[in-house]
Every structure is written in structure tokens, then in C-alpha cells.
């Protein structure tokens, strides 16, 4: 009996070994979204996508995103989201693609060879230089762009656009004009289901969300207090205080989270609080790093004293579910934050 006992002991173990084990990623993941069946959709490096069930089975959507084209533009993938109909959009600057669940590829907005932004139907319109991609629940796209072209001699400004359901795009509005968005480094954003966007402000070190009306709140973080030498203050969010807040997003509350780039944490914005709900690594004193730093590490297990390496690249997504995936580009891999608080990796390079 006790030798069955023992027996049935590793046997259950060597299956929950099994269910655990990361995938092998061929090359370093970049971008991740979600799609409607909690599929995780992973772009990696040199234009490898490839899909992860709940269950943890890869499979290759495609080895190279430029397979089948013979000449330039070729896709590229630099920012990426999904709709609701499971297709993925995605950017290599200045085009914007679409490549459907059958995993075709086309064309969906942007010039060729044309690098400036221009607004109409999309066979008409141009962009400059897209950073980040949004989508909402309703189809449509939000486009941020990095406009570096200094010609108001006022440095750089990010331009904020909507692509509609009838490939309408307009400009909503951009960093320079808008007294209240004004920043010369958007680090992340995020849209929630009724079209309002919330915007990382990386030089002021706080969360602003700008809503379909145009108005314009500071939701997290004391902008522009500190220009160096941050610290993280949690609490209420008329005190609280941010690091190097990055991507967002909001969960089936409306709650925001974010991760925070220097701080390497995950954090939520909730009932006017601001609390971290992973990541637990040392933190720098203030006066030894300008720019504010926690100790990169690498650990599983509970949220709360997982470790991660964020300043090499970090982007976050959630399923039905509420877990949340979260490229660790500094460890390489991608982890899972399960909505019981725990982390897991689920895919490695």
C-alpha cells in the first residue's frame, strides 16, 4: 500500500510538471493579445507568430510574416492588436496590417513608401511613425504616432488617431495642442469598452485617461513632481506616486492596470487606490539612481513576491478569465498572472 501510495504521489506530480512546462520559443517575444477563445497570439522576433491555447499547445500561425510577398512594402510587426472578429492588426511604422483567423495578410491602411499623416478613408490616408495599436469591442482602432519631425521646433509630440468601423481615420488630437496631454514620451496606453484611452505619461510619470468627449484626467500619480530621482508611493491616488508607468489595460471592472517599467510591477488603479498586485523586488534608495530603479530578478510563485526584469520590454494582455499574460522581455519569456494571484511562466526562449 505504501509503495502504490508513492507511486501515484510522483505520478501526480510528473502531471502537474507536465502542465507547467513553459513553451520553447524559437526567438524573443515582442507583442501579445488575446483573442476571443483566450488563444494567446504571440509575435516573436523576425516575424515568427504563433498561438498558445488555455491549455498550454503551441502551434505556428505562420515562421515568417513576409512569406508569400515578393516585394516591398513587406509586414512587419512593431505594434499589434486584435477585434473582436479575431483579426490581428499590426504595424511597421507607417502601414498598418491585417491578417485574418485563416491567417491571410493584407494591406489594411497606410502608403506605401509615404511617411506623414494625412486623415481620410483608409486607401487614402497616411501615417508616420505608428507606436502603439488599441482596438475596442465596438472596431475601432486607435492609432498613437510618434511625430519626430520637430517642425514647430517644440520636439516630440505623439498624435493620437481613430481608424472607424467604416475606415474613417481621423486625429483626435496630440501632445503638443493639448495642454493637458502635453508629454514628449507616451510609455503605454490602453482602451477600455466605451472608446476613452488611457495614456502612460512616461516623462510625468502618471496615468491620464482621455475620454470620448475630449476631457482629460490624471487617474494615478503626481504628474511632473519629480523629474528624476522618482519614488513609488501606494495609496490613495491624490498621494500615490509612479515610477516609469508603461503598458495598460483594464479588466472586466474597468479596474486599470498597468505595468511598471523601472519598478518591474504590475499595479492596479482601483477605488481611488493604487496598490501593487505583482512583482516585489528591492527597490534603489532615491538618491542613488536618477531615474529610479528596483532590483531585475526572476521568480514564480505568488504575486506578491514574484520577480521580474521589465526595462528590456514589457507588454500585458487579459483573457475572459482574468489572468494576465505579460511579456518579461528581460528573462525572455512570457508569464501568467492567474486572477488567484499567482505566477507562472508559460512560454520560454
Given amino acids: 500500500m505504501k509503495y502504490s501510495l508513492l507511486f501515484y504521489t510522483l505520478l501526480i506530480s510528473i502531471c502537474l510538471q507536465a502542465?507547467?512546462?513553459?513553451?520553447?520559443?524559437?526567438?524573443?517575444?515582442?507583442?501579445?493579445?488575446?483573442?476571443?477563445?483566450?488563444?494567446l497570439i504571440v509575435h516573436c522576433y523576425r516575424g515568427r507568430m504563433i498561438?498558445?491555447?488555455?491549455?498550454?499547445?503551441?502551434?505556428?500561425?505562420?515562421?515568417?510574416?513576409?512569406?508569400?510577398?515578393?516585394?516591398?512594402?513587406?509586414?512587419?510587426?512593431?505594434?499589434?492588436?486584435?477585434d473582436v472578429s479575431d483579426n490581428i492588426y499590426f504595424t511597421d511604422g507607417s502601414m498598418i496590417w491585417k491578417m485574418t483567423p485563416g491567417g491571410a495578410i493584407s494591406i489594411f491602411a497606410g502608403i506605401p513608401y509615404v511617411s506623414k499623416m494625412v486623415d481620410?478613408?483608409?486607401?487614402?490616408?497616411?501615417?508616420?511613425?505608428?507606436?502603439?495599436?488599441?482596438?475596442?469591442?465596438?472596431g475601432n482602432i486607435y492609432v498613437?504616432?510618434?511625430?519626430?519631425?520637430?517642425?514647430?521646433?517644440?520636439?516630440?509630440?505623439?498624435?493620437?488617431?481613430?481608424?472607424?468601423?467604416d475606415k474613417k481615420v481621423t486625429t483626435i488630437t496630440n501632445?503638443?495642442?493639448?495642454?493637458?496631454?502635453?508629454?514628449?514620451?507616451?510609455?503605454?496606453?490602453?482602451?477600455?469598452?466605451?472608446?476613452?484611452?488611457?495614456?502612460?505619461?512616461?516623462?510625468?510619470?502618471?496615468?491620464?485617461?482621455?475620454?470620448?468627449?475630449?476631457?482629460?484626467?490624471v487617474l494615478a500619480g503626481l504628474c511632473n513632481k519629480r523629474e528624476f530621482h522618482p519614488v513609488y508611493i501606494q495609496g490613495d491616488v491624490s498621494k500615490a506616486e509612479l515610477m516609469s508607468p508603461g503598458d495598460i489595460l483594464l479588466n472586466k471592472k474597468a479596474e486599470i492596470i498597468f505595468a511598471d517599467i523601472?519598478?518591474?510591477?504590475?499595479?492596479?488603479?482601483?477605488?481611488?487606490?493604487?496598490?501593487?498586485?505583482?512583482?516585489?523586488?528591492?527597490?534603489q534608495p532615491n538618491n542613488v539612481n536618477m531615474g529610479g530603479r528596483s532590483e531585475e530578478g526572476y521568480?514564480?510563485?505568488?504575486?506578491?513576491?514574484?520577480?521580474?526584469?521589465?526595462?528590456?520590454?514589457?507588454?500585458?494582455?487579459?483573457?475572459?478569465?482574468?489572468?494576465?499574460?505579460?511579456?518579461?522581455?528581460g528573462n525572455d519569456c512570457i508569464r501568467k498572472l492567474s486572477a488567484d494571484g499567482m505566477v507562472t511562466t508559460v512560454a520560454k526562449k
Fill in 19 to 39: 502542465q507547467i512546462t513553459p513553451v520553447k520559443l524559437v526567438s524573443s517575444p515582442t507583442q501579445i493579445v488575446i483573442d476571443s477563445k483566450d488563444n
Fill in 51 to 82: 498561438k498558445i491555447s488555455p491549455d498550454g499547445v503551441a502551434s505556428v500561425i505562420t515562421d515568417d510574416l513576409q512569406k508569400g510577398f515578393t516585394q516591398n512594402p513587406y509586414p512587419k510587426c512593431e505594434a499589434m492588436t486584435i
Fill in 120 to 138: 481620410g478613408p483608409t486607401a487614402t490616408a497616411a501615417f508616420r511613425n505608428i507606436v502603439y495599436l488599441e482596438s475596442d469591442p465596438a
Fill in 144 to 165: 498613437i504616432e510618434k511625430d519626430d519631425s520637430n517642425k514647430d521646433n517644440l520636439g516630440d509630440c505623439f498624435v493620437i488617431r481613430k481608424i472607424t468601423t
Fill in 175 to 217: 501632445t503638443h495642442e493639448n495642454a493637458a496631454l502635453k508629454t514628449s514620451w507616451i510609455a503605454g496606453t490602453g482602451v477600455d469598452a466605451v472608446g476613452n484611452i488611457y495614456l502612460s505619461d512616461g516623462n510625468g510619470r502618471c496615468i491620464k485617461k482621455l475620454a470620448s468627449d475630449g476631457t482629460v484626467t
Fill in 262 to 283: 523601472r519598478l518591474n510591477r504590475i499595479i492596479k488603479i482601483a477605488g481611488n487606490k493604487v496598490a501593487t498586485i505583482a512583482g516585489n523586488s528591492v527597490i
Fill in 299 to 329: 521568480k514564480d510563485g505568488n504575486a506578491m513576491t514574484a520577480l521580474f526584469n521589465f526595462p528590456q520590454g514589457v507588454r500585458i494582455a487579459i483573457d475572459s478569465k482574468q489572468n494576465i499574460y505579460i511579456i518579461d522581455g
